[in-house]
């Protein structure tokens, strides 16, 4: 694995954010996809689109597509918190499924042991395992390890200054920077006083089937990333997710680069969306979702 302290995340995306406007990229931004478009041959042709400010529909016309939505902790299953982005609602799923795209293990779900419980400002908020390879434990109100230090805690402490009196002063500012600084925002020194952990969804092990080359049973409609369902079965192993969407990102891409070139749009059309609206209606499910959720509805509302 390579990282860069526990930022990786941050500079993965300064990285491609940079690439992006070097290589002068057309974006559209605050806008997000609401339905894939096939062509009159069953083949992906581009997708419905929403501007989230002034809900414009547009259409993108496209040789290929890319799905690359990410997971779905924001659904919160079973009521959990998720350290997943706000955008995390498992859209790319529900496109794709209801263009005529296979899924594979869409029960599948994996909570990280340790998610931030206070306070409340960044409950589910993760706190990365290097937290306690570096040696910190979950421990009781008494101080005492209790549990293995790898089982899931249940709204319990974990003894971040043991990680200094561990391995030196000033190790919790260069192993992991963003823990301290976050904790910090709220008036808790990780490097002085314990936190609170509780399980916080994380990761989609679930999503859509591919082939090797990225592509799903729609042809032209190709997947990367954590919307991708099967490459690390039910359980991911640490780590795995930042190596997945380097290896099968640049499959998908490559894929797409060679393929585009020989594809002919036919006409576009939404029938699937009115043929998957009349299997619900035969299978007698009725419901007022709105599907694909773009972001979660957390306005609070009376019992």
């Not at 300064?14 to 339905?35: G, M, Y």
């Not at 040789?63 to 498992?90: D, E, M, W």
């Not at 795995?240 to 576009?268: E, M, P, Q």
């Amino acid at each position: 694995m390579h990282a860069c302290k526990d930022y990786s995340g941050a500079e993965i995306m300064k990285t491609l954010r940079d690439e992006v406007l070097n290589r002068q990229i057309p974006v559209v931004d605050f806008t997000a996809a609401i339905e894939i478009i096939l062509d009159d041959q069953g083949k992906a042709a581009g997708a419905v689109l929403m501007n989230m400010e002034t809900k414009e529909i547009m259409v993108a016309k496209a040789k290929t597509v890319i799905i690359a939505t990410g997971g779905a902790g924001r659904l919160h299953y079973q009521g959990f918190p998720t350290s997943n982005h706000y955008g995390a609602t498992a859209d790319g799923l529900v496109l794709a499924y209801r263009a005529g795209a296979k899924l594979l293990y869409a029960d599948s779900l994996q909570y990280h042991p340790t998610g931030a419980a206070f306070p409340e400002q960044i409950f589910g908020a993760l706190v990365t395992e290097k937290v306690r390879s570096l040696g910190a434990k979950l421990v009781n109100v008494d101080g005492e390890v209790f549990m293995h230090p790898l089982e899931n805690g249940e709204g319990v402490w974990l003894d971040t200054p043991m990680i200094e009196l561990k391995n030196g002063e000033g190790t919790i500012e260069k192993r992991i920077p963003a823990m301290l600084r976050m904790f910090m925002e709220y008036g808790i020194d990780i490097r002085k006083e314990p936190i609170i952990v509780y399980p916080t969804l994380h990761y989609q092990n679930g999503g859509i089937d591919i082939t090797d080359d990225g592509m799903s049973g729609i042809e032209n409609l190709y997947v990367a990333g954590e919307a991708v369902g099967g490459i690390h079965g039910r359980n991911r192993l640490m780590g795995n997710s930042l190596l997945d969407v380097i290896v099968f990102g640049r499959n998908a891409g490559r894929s797409v680069a060679a393929k585009y070139k020989n594809v002919t749009v036919g006409k576009l059309t939404l029938d699937h969306v009115n043929k998957f609206a009349e299997e619900m209606k035969e299978a007698g499910i009725v419901t007022d979702v709105v599907s694909p959720k773009l972001l979660p509805d957390y306005a609070r509302r009376a019992n």
